[in-house]
């Protein structure tokens, strides 16, 4: 079992910054990648970024240039830098960790809402 510890969401104004966490723990075996995905009300999950061990990041074109992902391998953490934020940025984010053989974990989801 693998599990999941996010933070960082809440309410921002459109042009404003959050920063998202997540920390995994428990039965983690040969990690692939840790990322983060986001569903909007009416939406598909979708691929926010991605970070494989050893590999390039990868990310969603509509957030290229605002949103950096990084993360610490020690502590089995990713974190999601979102600077220059939009509407269209509101969603449920939740932390994804793929290990080498496929399988796919993923924490509760944090609610981020870009409003005035």
């Known amino acids: 079992q693998v599990q999941f510890v996010e933070s960082g969401g809440g309410l921002v104004q459109p042009g404003g910054s959050l920063r998202l966490s997540c920390a995994a723990s428990g039965s983690i075996f040969s990690i692939y990648s840790m990322g983060w995905y986001r569903q909007a009300p009416g939406r598909q999950r979708e691929l926010v970024a991605t970070?494989?061990?050893?590999?390039?990041?990868i990310y969603a074109d509509s957030v290229k240039g605002r949103f950096t992902i990084s993360r610490d391998n020690a502590k089995n953490t990713v974190y999601l830098q979102m600077n220059s934020l939009k509407p269209e940025d509101t969603a449920v984010y939740s932390c994804?960790?793929?290990?080498?053989?496929?399988?796919?974990?993923w924490g509760q989801g944090t609610q981020v809402v870009v409003s005035s």
């Open positions: 970070i494989p061990s050893g590999g390039t990041t």
């Open positions: 994804n960790l793929r290990t080498v053989y496929g399988t796919n974990y």
